[in-house]
């Protein structure tokens, strides 16, 4: 019995998080906006535990910051911070990359590494990149990116990677549906379809720097979709998290 209680506090904890997670990234809850545990109760339908915890959890992912009155507020972020937030997770992808290369791979785990890179092919190539293929490819592509980090053989480097990416424009995939919509978008993905490749063919070779560098560069293709979808309000609004970013003013 004790077993099945803790297994239903996690179940209404993770439903907690994942239900106010989307209030705020569909701008349900405004950025600044006060967060507190009754009103969330309330709103949510589960007990206080649960939405403390997954307050707090929401804390550690950064989408919520704890304020002097006491309870919580959603975060805003500036397009500075979003671009460095990216840069992180590049910079930490470029580090799990040389640690891949520097450890090497067996050839069960570059065989593995490369069906994924043949399946996103696949999308890549396909004529219409419709909402299916969008989804496919976000899958593939996370299931390539985190295969990566497990070359790696971090557990440290694992969970600092996971902080990274849980905001989510800072994702490997934050952009793709945004950047779908662009003219551009084919070329886009083609150019990041071929680091993949250039990267799996670095850590096959041990080439450790430069492994490191292909993932970090990797990284700012991220940068130059988010220069694209701030400067495109229809782009923009389908990017992950958008109500969450204060935009400068341009001429």
Do not use: W
Request: aromatic fraction near 4%; include cysteine; hydrophobic fraction near 45%.
């Amino acid at each position: 019995m004790a077993d099945k209680g803790g297994e239903r506090a996690v179940s209404q904890t993770v439903k907690a998080q994942l239900a106010l997670r989307d209030l705020i990234l569909t701008g349900s809850l405004s950025p600044g906006e006060r967060v507190s545990e009754l009103q969330m109760v309330d709103r949510l339908g589960v007990s206080r535990t649960p939405v403390r915890m997954a307050l707090v959890r929401l804390e550690e992912e950064g989408l919520l910051e704890a304020i002097p009155s006491g309870g919580f507020a959603v975060r805003a972020f500036s397009e500075r911070e979003v671009f460095e937030a990216i840069e992180i997770r590049g910079t930490l992808e470029g580090l799990a990359a040389r640690l891949a290369a520097e450890r090497g791979a067996s050839r069960t785990d570059l065989q593995t590494a490369s069906a994924y890179l043949d399946a996103i092919d696949e999308v890549v190539r396909r004529e219409a990149f419709d909402v299916d293929a969008i989804s496919r490819y976000v899958e593939l592509n996370a299931q390539f990116h985190a295969f990566l980090i497990d070359l790696a053989g971090s557990q440290a480097l694992a969970r600092q990677l996971e902080r990274a990416s849980a905001l989510p424009f800072a994702s490997p995939s934050a952009f793709v549906e945004a950047q779908s919509n662009a003219p551009e978008a084919h070329h886009i993905l083609t150019v990041a379809q071929d680091q993949h490749r250039c990267v799996l063919n670095a850590i096959e070779r041990r080439e450790s720097g430069r492994a490191e560098a292909i993932m970090r560069e990797h990284a700012r293709l991220a940068h130059r979709n988010l220069e694209l979808a701030l400067s495109n309000q229809r782009i923009f609004d389908l990017v992950p998290g958008a109500t969450l970013i204060r935009r400068r003013v341009r001429a």
